[in-house]
Protein backbone atom coordinates (compact mmCIF):
# COMPACT_ATOMS: atom_id res chain seq x y z
CA UNK A 1 0.00 0.00 0.00
CA UNK A 2 1.48 3.69 -0.84
CA UNK A 3 1.85 6.41 1.81
CA UNK A 4 -0.87 7.92 2.38
CA UNK A 5 -1.63 11.31 1.97
CA UNK A 6 -4.47 14.16 3.41
CA UNK A 7 -5.16 17.10 1.36
CA UNK A 8 -7.31 19.96 2.76
CA UNK A 9 -8.19 22.57 0.48
CA UNK A 10 -10.50 23.95 -2.28
CA UNK A 11 -12.13 23.21 -5.44
CA UNK A 12 -13.05 25.49 -8.36
CA UNK A 13 -14.09 25.56 -11.91
CA UNK A 14 -11.97 26.99 -14.11
CA UNK A 15 -13.22 29.61 -16.64
CA UNK A 16 -9.76 30.18 -19.02
CA UNK A 17 -9.52 33.12 -21.38
CA UNK A 18 -7.06 32.97 -24.28
CA UNK A 19 -6.31 36.39 -24.67
CA UNK A 20 -3.90 38.33 -26.94
CA UNK A 21 -1.62 40.17 -24.03
CA UNK A 22 -2.33 41.29 -20.35
CA UNK A 23 -4.42 44.77 -21.09
CA UNK A 24 -5.04 47.60 -19.11
CA UNK A 25 -7.65 49.05 -16.69
CA UNK A 26 -10.33 50.27 -18.69
CA UNK A 27 -9.60 48.89 -21.88
CA UNK A 28 -11.40 46.26 -23.62
CA UNK A 29 -9.96 43.23 -25.85
CA UNK A 30 -11.15 40.13 -27.84
CA UNK A 31 -10.29 36.82 -26.43
CA UNK A 32 -11.01 33.45 -27.13
CA UNK A 33 -10.92 29.87 -27.01
CA UNK A 34 -12.95 30.13 -23.78
CA UNK A 35 -12.40 26.37 -21.66
CA UNK A 36 -14.23 25.30 -18.71
CA UNK A 37 -12.53 23.13 -16.45
CA UNK A 38 -12.27 21.70 -12.80
CA UNK A 39 -9.18 23.32 -10.66
CA UNK A 40 -8.71 24.56 -7.35
CA UNK A 41 -5.53 24.58 -5.55
CA UNK A 42 -6.58 21.98 -3.00
CA UNK A 43 -8.09 19.52 -5.97
CA UNK A 44 -5.33 20.07 -8.07
CA UNK A 45 -2.75 19.08 -5.68
CA UNK A 46 -5.08 16.06 -4.86
CA UNK A 47 -5.51 14.88 -7.98
CA UNK A 48 -1.44 15.74 -8.79
CA UNK A 49 -0.61 12.97 -5.97
CA UNK A 50 -3.13 10.57 -7.09
CA UNK A 51 -2.12 10.32 -10.20
CA UNK A 52 1.33 9.91 -9.13
CA UNK A 53 0.33 7.25 -7.52
CA UNK A 54 -0.11 8.12 -3.77
CA UNK A 55 -3.19 7.35 -1.69
CA UNK A 56 -4.71 10.71 -1.35
CA UNK A 57 -7.84 11.83 0.75
CA UNK A 58 -9.38 15.42 -0.08
CA UNK A 59 -11.25 17.46 2.48
CA UNK A 60 -12.85 19.87 0.39
CA UNK A 61 -16.59 21.55 0.23
CA UNK A 62 -18.86 22.28 -3.03
CA UNK A 63 -21.84 23.88 -3.72
CA UNK A 64 -25.08 22.34 -4.03
CA UNK A 65 -25.49 23.69 -7.88
CA UNK A 66 -24.96 22.22 -11.26
CA UNK A 67 -21.02 22.60 -10.78
CA UNK A 68 -20.76 21.09 -7.34
CA UNK A 69 -22.40 18.00 -8.43
CA UNK A 70 -20.86 17.55 -11.59
CA UNK A 71 -17.13 18.39 -9.82
CA UNK A 72 -18.05 15.46 -6.31
CA UNK A 73 -19.56 12.97 -9.53
CA UNK A 74 -15.64 13.58 -11.23
CA UNK A 75 -13.63 13.28 -7.77
CA UNK A 76 -15.15 10.14 -6.57
CA UNK A 77 -14.56 8.77 -10.40
CA UNK A 78 -10.45 9.99 -9.69
CA UNK A 79 -10.89 7.44 -6.81
CA UNK A 80 -10.88 10.33 -3.84
CA UNK A 81 -13.39 9.24 -1.21
CA UNK A 82 -16.94 10.92 -1.73
CA UNK A 83 -17.41 11.09 2.35
CA UNK A 84 -14.77 13.60 2.93
CA UNK A 85 -16.13 16.09 -0.69
CA UNK A 86 -18.82 18.09 1.65
CA UNK A 87 -21.75 20.57 0.31
CA UNK A 88 -22.66 23.15 1.21
CA UNK A 89 -26.26 23.68 0.91
CA UNK A 90 -26.34 27.47 0.75
CA UNK A 91 -23.31 29.10 -1.07
CA UNK A 92 -22.32 27.95 -5.06
CA UNK A 93 -19.13 26.15 -5.92
CA UNK A 94 -15.82 27.92 -5.98
CA UNK A 95 -14.85 29.66 -9.36
CA UNK A 96 -12.17 30.83 -11.26
CA UNK A 97 -11.42 33.22 -14.05
CA UNK A 98 -7.87 32.90 -15.26
CA UNK A 99 -6.68 34.88 -18.64
CA UNK A 100 -4.03 32.94 -20.16
CA UNK A 101 -1.74 35.00 -22.68
CA UNK A 102 0.28 33.54 -25.83
CA UNK A 103 3.52 32.76 -23.61
CA UNK A 104 1.61 30.69 -21.54
CA UNK A 105 1.38 33.12 -18.42
CA UNK A 106 -1.94 33.80 -16.28
CA UNK A 107 -3.60 35.89 -14.41
CA UNK A 108 -6.43 34.24 -12.07
CA UNK A 109 -9.56 35.89 -9.98
CA UNK A 110 -10.85 33.35 -7.71
CA UNK A 111 -14.37 33.90 -6.17
CA UNK A 112 -14.30 31.28 -2.89
CA UNK A 113 -17.82 30.46 -2.95
CA UNK A 114 -18.27 27.39 -0.65
CA UNK A 115 -14.61 26.95 -0.14
CA UNK A 116 -14.93 30.29 2.81
CA UNK A 117 -17.21 28.31 4.12
CA UNK A 118 -15.23 25.29 4.83
CA UNK A 119 -15.02 25.11 8.93
CA UNK A 120 -13.37 24.13 12.01
CA UNK A 121 -16.27 21.95 12.85
CA UNK A 122 -16.54 20.13 9.17
CA UNK A 123 -12.48 19.15 9.88
CA UNK A 124 -13.10 17.86 13.43
CA UNK A 125 -15.82 15.90 11.62
CA UNK A 126 -13.57 14.46 8.93
CA UNK A 127 -10.87 13.53 12.19
CA UNK A 128 -10.99 9.49 11.16
CA UNK A 129 -9.36 10.33 7.84
CA UNK A 130 -5.99 11.77 9.96
CA UNK A 131 -4.90 8.70 11.34
CA UNK A 132 -2.15 6.77 9.98
CA UNK A 133 -1.40 9.95 6.93
CA UNK A 134 2.27 10.53 6.27
CA UNK A 135 2.10 14.20 4.44
CA UNK A 136 -0.44 16.52 5.52
CA UNK A 137 -1.06 19.36 2.96
CA UNK A 138 -2.90 22.75 2.52
CA UNK A 139 -3.03 26.54 1.25
CA UNK A 140 -5.01 29.21 1.73
CA UNK A 141 -8.05 29.35 -0.41
CA UNK A 142 -10.38 27.85 2.73
CA UNK A 143 -10.76 30.03 5.58
CA UNK A 144 -7.81 30.54 7.88
CA UNK A 145 -9.05 29.03 10.93
CA UNK A 146 -9.63 26.07 9.01
CA UNK A 147 -6.26 25.55 7.35
CA UNK A 148 -4.58 26.02 11.18
CA UNK A 149 -6.71 23.67 12.63
CA UNK A 150 -5.71 20.93 9.96
CA UNK A 151 -2.16 21.29 10.57
CA UNK A 152 -2.50 21.21 13.98
CA UNK A 153 -4.37 17.56 13.38
CA UNK A 154 -1.62 16.79 10.89
CA UNK A 155 1.10 17.07 13.37
CA UNK A 156 -0.71 15.44 15.77
CA UNK A 157 -0.74 12.30 13.58
CA UNK A 158 3.09 12.66 13.27
CA UNK A 159 2.67 13.51 10.30
CA UNK A 160 5.10 15.59 7.82
CA UNK A 161 2.78 19.41 7.08
CA UNK A 162 3.66 21.30 3.80
CA UNK A 163 1.62 24.49 3.14
CA UNK A 164 1.58 26.45 -0.13
CA UNK A 165 0.55 30.18 0.96
CA UNK A 166 -1.27 31.15 -2.13
CA UNK A 167 -2.86 33.07 -2.82
CA UNK A 168 -0.28 35.59 -0.67
CA UNK A 169 -1.46 37.05 2.93
CA UNK A 170 0.39 37.42 6.30
CA UNK A 171 0.59 34.64 8.13
CA UNK A 172 1.73 34.38 11.91
CA UNK A 173 3.83 32.67 14.01
CA UNK A 174 1.90 29.87 14.66
CA UNK A 175 1.40 28.69 11.31
CA UNK A 176 4.70 29.10 10.50
CA UNK A 177 5.61 26.52 13.44
CA UNK A 178 3.05 24.54 12.06
CA UNK A 179 4.83 24.29 9.04
CA UNK A 180 7.50 21.35 8.25
CA UNK A 181 7.75 22.22 4.50
CA UNK A 182 6.30 26.02 3.15
CA UNK A 183 5.94 25.84 -0.64
CA UNK A 184 5.86 29.86 -1.63
CA UNK A 185 6.42 30.82 -5.55
CA UNK A 186 8.93 33.90 -5.85
CA UNK A 187 6.44 36.67 -4.91
CA UNK A 188 4.83 35.34 -2.21
CA UNK A 189 8.12 34.60 -0.67
CA UNK A 190 8.84 38.27 -0.82
CA UNK A 191 5.63 39.26 -0.05
CA UNK A 192 6.15 36.93 3.34
CA UNK A 193 9.30 38.21 4.64
CA UNK A 194 9.32 42.07 2.90
CA UNK A 195 12.13 41.50 1.05
CA UNK A 196 12.85 42.23 -2.59
CA UNK A 197 14.27 39.29 -4.59
CA UNK A 198 16.80 41.99 -6.93
CA UNK A 199 19.71 39.75 -7.17
CA UNK A 200 20.30 35.76 -7.08
CA UNK A 201 21.81 35.96 -3.51
CA UNK A 202 18.46 37.78 -2.14
CA UNK A 203 16.76 34.35 -2.31
CA UNK A 204 18.75 32.93 0.58
CA UNK A 205 18.24 35.93 2.86
CA UNK A 206 13.90 35.06 2.26
CA UNK A 207 14.72 31.94 2.73
CA UNK A 208 17.00 32.45 6.30
CA UNK A 209 14.26 34.94 6.86
CA UNK A 210 11.79 32.29 6.62
CA UNK A 211 13.55 29.69 8.65
CA UNK A 212 14.19 32.43 11.55
CA UNK A 213 9.97 32.83 11.27
CA UNK A 214 9.42 29.29 12.40
CA UNK A 215 9.30 27.18 9.78
CA UNK A 216 11.42 24.03 9.07
CA UNK A 217 12.44 23.43 5.75
CA UNK A 218 11.42 26.12 2.96
CA UNK A 219 11.42 25.14 -1.04
CA UNK A 220 10.66 28.92 -2.84
CA UNK A 221 9.55 27.75 -6.57
CA UNK A 222 11.10 30.24 -8.93
CA UNK A 223 9.39 29.46 -12.66
CA UNK A 224 12.04 28.87 -15.31
CA UNK A 225 14.66 29.21 -12.90
CA UNK A 226 14.09 26.12 -11.10
CA UNK A 227 14.07 26.09 -6.76
CA UNK A 228 16.12 27.09 -4.51
CA UNK A 229 15.71 25.02 -0.76
CA UNK A 230 17.21 25.57 2.62
CA UNK A 231 16.94 24.16 5.83
CA UNK A 232 18.74 24.44 8.88
CA UNK A 233 21.41 22.13 7.77
CA UNK A 234 21.17 21.84 3.89
CA UNK A 235 21.13 24.26 0.24
CA UNK A 236 19.62 22.83 -2.47
CA UNK A 237 19.88 25.26 -5.65
CA UNK A 238 17.69 23.17 -8.37
CA UNK A 239 17.35 24.09 -12.34
CA UNK A 240 14.07 23.67 -13.90
CA UNK A 241 13.36 20.99 -16.48
CA UNK A 242 13.95 22.52 -20.13
CA UNK A 243 9.64 21.94 -22.01
CA UNK A 244 7.60 23.47 -24.53
CA UNK A 245 5.52 25.57 -22.04
CA UNK A 246 2.12 25.83 -23.03
CA UNK A 247 0.01 26.94 -19.98
CA UNK A 248 1.63 27.28 -16.23
CA UNK A 249 -1.60 27.42 -14.64
CA UNK A 250 -1.63 24.31 -12.40
CA UNK A 251 2.42 23.76 -12.63
CA UNK A 252 2.77 24.80 -8.66
CA UNK A 253 0.16 22.64 -8.04
CA UNK A 254 1.63 19.71 -9.86
CA UNK A 255 4.97 20.49 -7.95
CA UNK A 256 3.09 20.16 -4.49
CA UNK A 257 1.41 17.14 -5.61
CA UNK A 258 4.50 15.94 -6.78
CA UNK A 259 6.63 16.72 -3.35
CA UNK A 260 4.09 15.25 -0.95
CA UNK A 261 4.83 12.09 -2.96
CA UNK A 262 8.12 12.15 -2.76
CA UNK A 263 8.25 12.77 0.94
CA UNK A 264 5.19 10.38 1.77
CA UNK A 265 7.44 7.18 0.08
CA UNK A 266 10.85 8.51 2.01
CA UNK A 267 12.88 10.14 -0.43
CA UNK A 268 15.58 11.64 0.40
CA UNK A 269 14.79 15.65 -0.19
CA UNK A 270 16.99 16.30 -3.21
CA UNK A 271 15.43 13.44 -4.65
CA UNK A 272 11.85 14.46 -3.62
CA UNK A 273 12.49 18.04 -4.92
CA UNK A 274 13.71 16.48 -8.67
CA UNK A 275 10.55 14.84 -8.71
CA UNK A 276 8.48 17.77 -7.96
CA UNK A 277 10.44 19.49 -10.56
CA UNK A 278 9.46 16.85 -13.10
CA UNK A 279 6.24 17.47 -12.44
CA UNK A 280 5.70 20.43 -12.34
CA UNK A 281 7.38 21.12 -16.12
CA UNK A 282 4.92 18.49 -17.27
CA UNK A 283 2.38 20.12 -16.11
CA UNK A 284 3.22 23.61 -18.18
CA UNK A 285 3.24 21.27 -21.17
CA UNK A 286 -0.91 20.74 -21.71
CA UNK A 287 -3.58 23.40 -21.46
CA UNK A 288 -5.87 23.24 -18.29
CA UNK A 289 -5.11 22.93 -14.67
CA UNK A 290 -6.28 19.16 -13.95
CA UNK A 291 -5.93 18.07 -17.43
CA UNK A 292 -2.27 18.96 -17.77
CA UNK A 293 -1.47 17.13 -14.02
CA UNK A 294 1.61 14.37 -15.35
CA UNK A 295 0.49 10.62 -14.60
CA UNK A 296 3.19 8.13 -12.46
CA UNK A 297 3.68 6.59 -16.32
CA UNK A 298 4.23 10.13 -18.18
CA UNK A 299 6.61 10.96 -15.22
CA UNK A 300 8.07 7.41 -15.42
CA UNK A 301 8.64 8.21 -19.56
CA UNK A 302 9.64 11.64 -19.01
CA UNK A 303 12.43 10.40 -16.87
CA UNK A 304 13.60 7.59 -18.85
CA UNK A 305 14.19 9.85 -21.80
CA UNK A 306 16.97 10.82 -19.90
CA UNK A 307 15.54 14.89 -19.64
Known amino acids: MSAKILVLGSSNIDF ?9 PGE ?29 TFITKLGNDHYGKSYRRYLAAKGLNPGSILI ?42 FKDIKVFVTQLETPIQTVVMGLKMGKRQG ?28 LEAQSLTGLKM ?19 N ?31 TAAGDAFVGGLACG ?17 GALATTKLGAQPSLPSKKELKTFFDKGI
Not at 162 to 186: G, K, Q, Y
Request: proline residues 6%.
Open 88 to 129: DRKNPTGMAFIELDPKGENRIIVSPGANGLLSINDLKGCSPL
Open 218 to 248: VVITLGPKGLFFKNHSEEIRMKAFSVKVVDT
Open 28 to 56: TITGKNLTTAFGGKGANQAIASKRLGAEV
Open 198 to 216: RKDRDILQMAERLLKMGVN
Open 16 to 24: ILGIPRFHQ
Open 263 to 279: LAAGKPVGEALRFACAA
Open 159 to 186: ALTLLNPSPSRPLSAEILSLTDFLVPNE
